[in-house]
T-cell receptor
Framework: DTAVSQTPKYLVTQMGNDKSIKCEQN?????MYWYKQDSKKFLKIMFS???????INETVPNRFSPKSPDKAHLNLHINSLELGDSAVYFC?????????????FGPGTRLLVL | GNSVTQMEGPVTLSEEAFLTINCTYTATGYPSLFWYVQYPGEGLQLLLK?????DKGSNKGFEATYRKETTSFHLEKGSVQVSDSAVYFCALSDRGNQGGKLIFGQGTELSVKP
């Protein structure tokens, strides 16, 4: 009964390729997020969606395009992959986007761009 | 802007030692504060949180008190176990219109030796 799931868990690809990462939550939450964790383990918000609507786009290159077909899913498509995109990408969800709400994280997708 | 600063790791302790991981924050508003833990190869899990000044969050023997006067949220545990080895992240979430995003510190790696 995974609360927040991501696929794939690992992704190894060549520079210039296009890839997608999928995220699903079964918690009934309204808000979903994408975070990027770099090689030094620093975590930074990329996007936030509330009820399928984009509410945060944190100056991410437009090669990254999130899509939320419904409020239980938030996918991340990356065009023209670059070496610097290698990282762990975490999806998260929360009941709402109020300041004190707890976010629940997926297991992460480890992307390696060669 | 808002930011979180944690003590640098790695921190290495013997089993049953006392743990303190310092965390200070800068915020324009009145944030909620969190500690998340990341076990090797896994996503982040909420460890504890506090949403207002002088609140104490606690879980699994860990504690942290929201100190507005010193803008701190230090994590403590009286007696660590080998199973506590992980990376610990302090984070804040602004109650203003920030879309619920978490702003993380750089993480502190804890290694507990038997």
């Amino acid at each position: 009964d995974t609360a927040v799931s991501q696929t794939p868990k690992y992704l190894v690809t060549q520079m210039g390729n296009d890839k997608s990462i999928k995220c699903e939550q079964n918690l009934g939450h309204d808000t979903m997020y994408w975070y990027k964790q770099d090689s030094k383990k620093f975590l930074k918000i990329m996007f936030s969606y509330n009820n399928k609507e984009l509410i945060i786009n944190e100056t991410v290159p437009n090669r990254f395009s999130p899509k939320s077909p419904d409020k239980a899913h938030l996918n991340l498509h990356i065009n023209s992959l670059e070496l610097g995109d290698s990282a762990v990408y975490f999806c998260a969800s929360s009941q709402d986007h109020g300041g004190g709400t707890t976010q629940y994280f997926g297991p992460g997708t480890r992307l390696l761009v060669l | 802007g808002n930011s979180v600063t944690q003590m640098e790791g790695p921190v290495t302790l013997s089993e049953e030692a006392f743990l303190t991981i310092n965390c200070t924050y800068t915020a324009t508003g009145y944030p909620s504060l969190f500690w998340y833990v990341q076990y090797p190869g896994e996503g982040l899990q909420l460890l504890l949180k506090a949403t207002k000044a002088d609140d104490k969050g606690s879980n699994k023997g860990f504690e942290a008190t929201y100190r507005k006067e010193t803008t701190s949220f230090h994590l403590e545990k009286g007696s660590v176990q080998v199973s506590d080895s992980a990376v610990y992240f302090c984070a804040l979430s602004d109650r203003g219109n920030q879309g619920g995003k978490l702003i993380f510190g750089q993480g502190t790696e804890l290694s507990v030796k038997p």
